[in-house]
């Protein structure tokens, strides 16, 4: 189950079990949700169970499998605001790897410090993925728990201003 935390600090641990000793996992800076050096130290390592693995030379890239969003999604069955309601028919769909990456990218806002203008550009992606799913043009799994994130984060910025 998920802590109250939310979705990134048991990914971390998750994934961390699954590394050898002396790599690393640091939060990946681009789509990805953890990048580890994981290979320099085991070059047979393939894949981390729960993540899609990337690997790029001696790095991994992870992504938290689509079971990871859905079980977010069934911690949150009533819909938290507006968005999350009109997403609510996307829940428990199989995420693309797009929805996957945005996913990530909420869950790492949500960890950290998210300034005006990320949670802004967050927002925005969010939209467009969900308007790109209400025409069909993709999959629209995961995106109920891409805005639940996102309100959580609105929540999270509310809650700094007072």
């Excluded at 949700?33 to 320099?40: C, K, S, Y």
């Excluded at 729960?50 to 859905?70: C, H, I, Q, T």
């Excluded at 609510?88 to 950290?112: C, M, Q, S, T, V």
Aim: glycine share 6%; hydrophobic share 45%.
């Amino acid at each position: 189950m998920w802590t109250e935390a939310g979705p990134l600090r048991q990914l971390r641990a998750i994934a961390r079990a699954a590394l050898p000793p002396k790599a690393f996992l640091k939060r990946d800076r681009s789509d990805a949700l953890f990048v580890t050096n994981a290979p320099a130290f085991a070059p047979e390592l393939r894949a981390v169970p729960g993540f899609e693995a990337e690997r790029r030379g001696e790095l991994m890239y992870l992504l938290p499998e689509g079971s990871w969003v859905r079980r977010w999604e069934r911690r949150f069955r009533q819909p938290p605001d507006a968005l999350c309601a009109s997403l609510a028919r996307f829940r428990d769909a199989p995420p693309d790897r797009e929805n996957l990456a945005l996913f990530a990218r909420g869950a790492k806002l949500l960890d950290g410090h998210a300034s005006p203008e990320e949670l802004a550009a967050c927002d925005r992606a969010v939209r467009q993925r969900a308007a790109l799913a209400l025409r069909g043009s993709c999959c629209g799994g995961g995106l109920y728990a891409c805005a639940i994130l996102l309100s959580m984060l609105n929540d999270k910025e509310r809650k700094a201003e007072t």
